[in-house]
Structures are given as structure tokens and as C-alpha cells.
């Protein structure tokens, strides 16, 4: 990342501007010959990116998308720093008697476009910079499916497993009324990410809702569907995710009936992303989650295993069809033709990239590829779908249920099921086309196409005062 820095002009309050209008796209976000003066870039003092932490990596993938913005590079600080970060101490009495104190986030990163839009996260190692990077990706993500949402991200430091179903439903409640203050229908939207589901939702509506007097269905999404919840909605980013990988197989002539697939993450994404491929014919060989890893070269057998990983809370054990364990590092050695990252951020490295057999690598997970993982995997030839549209499934049914919520109108199933298929294809040939004109990887494309919404939007808005 450039990182110049200068003083200020006598006369002119220091600060941090960017590249004058006309300027040179590759020049927006360095210093200009001439105009010393500016300074630019001015690093955030409450984060400290790393190339592989995850908002270094969200960084790195601005800096890429920089020479293809044209005079609307002048604007890319916008999309460098959050809007909006608010940071919440949650006090719940616990079962025993004592006090317990957690960390909670909700991260605005852009209401450019519309209102926030992102998941809520609970796990212990949540941090700041990780949500920052969520709500980064979520701004990119609507604005790449053109959503008309902003992006925003919130989180918990907490382990959901460690609680009791009281303390859950008390933590989420105190979260909830913590960040009242920013979110609402119209504000900032929360929904399901890791570990939160739609009962998680059901205590955050009711309790937003008894704040503030009215019940507003339209405060999150993933909500169970007699609160108003959408059809589809659980499926979605695994549906999201098959449909954008079809695609891809169809432009890479790769057959998806007989297709090897490997999954890393069987929850809610990976799992529905599996079936999918299943049922389009497609051999599952490998999947790897928290409790281990199995493979079989003949493929598993999805309806045997859906019940074993429900009732194991997990896939370790089961050898359904002839499979076998496998240590966890293994799992990147897979002989596949389509490996679906449906687990955390960071999996895919340099050394697992050079590993990885897959023809095409599909993102159902948010940030699994650290940059230079993606150009091991671009100097090998294989194809990644990146996250900010592989996942994007999910988003746009929840886009679905709050225009429903709000028309008190619902539809059905295979409506949504259509419009997102109808959606999801739409926005990728937009962004195959952005990847065609100017031979770049699709996740620089996706970022362009995206950045040239919001940069637009932002300059059309214009700044206040
Ligand atoms: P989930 O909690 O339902 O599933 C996560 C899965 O990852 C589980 O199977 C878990 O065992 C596995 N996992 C966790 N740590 C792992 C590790 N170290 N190695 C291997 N596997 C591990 O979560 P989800 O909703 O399926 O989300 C998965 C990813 O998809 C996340 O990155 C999330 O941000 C992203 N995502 C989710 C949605 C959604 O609608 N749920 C939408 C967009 C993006």
C-alpha cells in the first residue's frame, strides 16, 4: 500500500484529500508530482492491517481495482475507510450469578447506496479490522448484484456453544439495543452470518421492535417466516453459490454431471451448496468442517450424511458409501474439479494454493483467499469465483424479504428461486464482461463494477456541507 505522507500547505487544514478530478486513475491514492502538499491515505489509527489479516486483504483488493476506475479514482478513500464503526460493551447476568461483559461491533461501512446491509457474526475471535472487512465485501457485494444497500457488518466476541439458550437470547437482546441507536428498516439491516440463525433474528426483531414501539419486521433478515421471513432465504447463499459455479463450469466446458466437488465448511452455505451440485449430478469427494475431514473418491451419499453431521454436529465419523478420514491438511490435496471454500476467511494461503487440484475454486465463504493465494491460483490457470458475487445469493433474498416485509406481499418459493437465478446470472455477465474488456480476474472485475456504483453514487450525491 502507498503510504505517502507530507505536510500540510500553510494556510490549508491538514488532512486527507484525494486525487485531483482528471487525474490519472494509477495516480489516485499516491502523491501527485506538484501537489506534494496533498496529503493522502492517511492510515486509520484504530487498525493495523497486515497483507494477510482481513482488512489488509480488503485493501489490497482496492488498490487493484484502482487503475480501472478513471476520474472516479478521485473518490477511492470512500470505499478505504468504514463510515461508520460502533463498539458496544454487552453486560448479561449469566446462569450462575456473575456478571459477563462481551465485545460487540456493528460496522456502517458505506450508506452510499442505501441502507447498511450485513450479517452478525458471533464467535470468539471476532475483532474490529475482521468485521471492518465484512462490511467492506458487503458494500461491494450489493453494490456488484446492484442492491440498493449500503454495506455494514456487526459481530460478537463470543462463543455460542458456551452458552446456555438463556444467555444467548440475553446477549443477543443487550446487543440489539446497544447498536438500536444505528440500525433500523430503513438504517442498517442485520442478518444471519457464522453461528447466528433465524431464532438469533426472531430475539434481535423482537427486541428492536420493543424498543421502539412498533413491531418492524423490516429490521433484519433470515428472520423464521411466520416473522416474516422469506422463503428460500436459508438456502439461498448455497443456491448463490451452485448458480454462479454452473456458470463458471459452463464457460470452463466442465460437465457438472460426474464433476468431483470438495467442500471445506458444511454449514449452512456449504451444506446447501453440496445438495445442489448433488443433485445436478455432481460426485461430493471431500469435505472437510470443524470436527475433521472425509473423502470418497465415489462421491458421498448427501442424504446419509445430512442426518449424521445434524446429529454429530459435524461430518467426523461418517463413512457412508466406503469413505475414510483424512488428516485436515489433506484436504487441500483433494483430486477435484470444483472446490467450494464455504468455511472462514484466510483458508486459502500460497502454499495450499499451490496445492489445490480444482479446475475452479468458488467463494461461498467471505475472504477464504488471501492476495497472494489468488495470484498462485491465476498463474496456475485456475478460475476463482470471488466471494463478493459467489456468496451474494444470500444478500439478495434477503434484499427479497424486505421488499416483502415492507409490501406485506409474499411470494413463493420458486419465484425467489427464479428471480435470484435471474439476478445472480445477470450480475455476472456484467462482471465476465468488465473481466473480458480489461483481462483481469473476476474478482478485480466484480471490485470495479461495484466501485464504479458506489464511487458514482457518492459523486452524484456530492459531499456535505
Ligand atoms: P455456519 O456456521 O453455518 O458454517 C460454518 C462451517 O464452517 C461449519 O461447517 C464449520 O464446522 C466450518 N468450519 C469452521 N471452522 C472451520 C475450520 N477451521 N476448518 C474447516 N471448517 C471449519 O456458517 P455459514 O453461514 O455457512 O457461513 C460460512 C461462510 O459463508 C462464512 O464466511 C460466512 O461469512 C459466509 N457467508 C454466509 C452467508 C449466509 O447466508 N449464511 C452469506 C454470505 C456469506
Redesign the pocket.
Known amino acids: 500500500m502507498p503510504k505517502p505522507h507530507v505536510a500540510a500547505r500553510p494556510g490549508r487544514p491538514a488532512g486527507v484529500y484525494s486525487a485531483a478530478p482528471g487525474a490519472p486513475a494509477h495516480e489516485a491514492g499516491v502523491v501527485f508530482p506538484g501537489l506534494e502538499e496533498i496529503r493522502v491515505n492517511e492510515p486509520l489509527s484504530f487498525v493495523h492491517p497486515t497483507p494477510v489479516s482481513a482488512w489488509g486483504t480488503y485493501l489490497a483488493q482496492i488498490d487493484r481495482v484502482l487503475p480501472y476506475l478513471g476520474p472516479l479514482a478521485r473518490w477511492i478513500e470512500t470505499v478505504r475507510r468504514p463510515k461508520r464503526a460502533l463498539i458496544v460493551d454487552i453486560p448479561i447476568e449469566m446462569d450462575d450469578g456473575t456478571i459477563g461483559h462481551f465485545e460487540g461491533y456493528r460496522v456502517q461501512h458505506s450508506l452510499t447506496r442505501g441502507p447498511g446491509k450485513g450479517?452478525v457474526r458471533y464467535h470468539p475471535d471476532v475483532t474490529l479490522e475482521e468485521v471492518m472487512a465484512l462490511s467492506g465485501w458487503m458494500s461491494i457485494k450489493n453494490a456488484a448484484v446492484n442492491l440498493p444497500f449500503g454495506g455494514a457488518k456487526g459481530g460478537i466476541r463470543v462463543d455460542p456453544k458456551r452458552l446456555s439458550r438463556k444467555e444467548l437470547e440475553k446477549v443477543t437482546r443487550r446487543y440489539t439495543s446497544e447498536i438500536g441507536v444505528i440500525i433500523g428498516p430503513q438504517r442498517d439491516i442485520p442478518a444471519?452470518?457464522?453461528?447466528t440463525n433465524a431464532q438469533i433474528m426472531a430475539w434481535m426483531m423482537d427486541t428492536y421492535s420493543v424498543n421502539v414501539g412498533a413491531t418492524a419486521t423490516g429490521v433484519v433478515t433470515g428472520k423464521p417466516i411466520e416473522l416474516g421471513g422469506s422463503l428460500g432465504r436459508v438456502k439461498a447463499?448455497g443456491r448463490g453459490v451452485f448458480v454462479t459455479g454452473r456458470e463458471a463450469a459452463r464457460r470452463l466446458g466442465l460437465n457438472l454431471d460426474g464433476a468431483r466437488v470438495a467442500v471445506?465448511?458444511?454449514?449452512?452455505?456449504?451444506s446447501a451448496a453440496a445438495e445442489l451440485f448433488f443433485q445436478a449430478g455432481a460426485k461430493i469427494v471431500a469435505i472437510?468442517?470443524?470436527?475433521g475431514t472425509v473423502v470418497n473418491s465415489h462421491g458421498f451419499e448427501l442424504a446419509d450424511l445430512m442426518p449424521h453431521v445434524r446429529a454429530a454436529d459435524?461430518v467426523a465419523g461418517f463413512r457412508g458409501g466406503g469413505g475414510d478420514a483424512v488428516d485436515a491438511e489433506a484436504f487441500w490435496d483433494t483430486d477435484c474439479d470444483i472446490l467450494v471454500c464455504?468455511?472462514?476467511?484466510g483458508q486459502v494461503t500460497a502454499a495450499r494454493a499451490a496445492r489445490i487440484k480444482a479446475r475452479l475454486v468458488l467463494e461461498?465463504?467471505?475472504g477464504p483467499t488471501v492476495p497472494a493465494a489468488d495470484d498462485v491460483l491465476a498463474e496456475r490457470g485456475i478460475l476463482v469465483m470471488p466471494d463478493v458475487i459467489c456468496?451474494a445469493g444470500?444478500v439478495t433474498v434477503s434484499y427479497f424479504e424486505w421488499v416483502q416485509d415492507f409490501s406485506s406481499f409474499f411470494w413463493t418459493e420458486d419465484e425467489i428461486n427464479l428471480r435470484l437465478d435471474r439476478i445472480m446470472v445477470g450480475a455476472l455477465k456484467n462482471i465476465w464482461d468488465k473481466a473480458d474488456h480489461h483481462r483481469i480476474s473476476l474478482r478485480t472485475a466484480t471490485f470495479a463494477v461495484a466501485c464504479e456504483r458506489i464511487l458514482n453514487a457518492r459523486q452524484e450525491r456530492g459531499l456535505y456541507p
Open positions: 450479517g444471519p452470518d457464522v453461528n447463499t471445506q465448511g458444511f454449514g449452512n452455505v456449504g472437510q468442517d470443524h470436527s459435524g464455504a468455511a472462514l476467511e461461498g465463504a467471505n456468496n444470500g
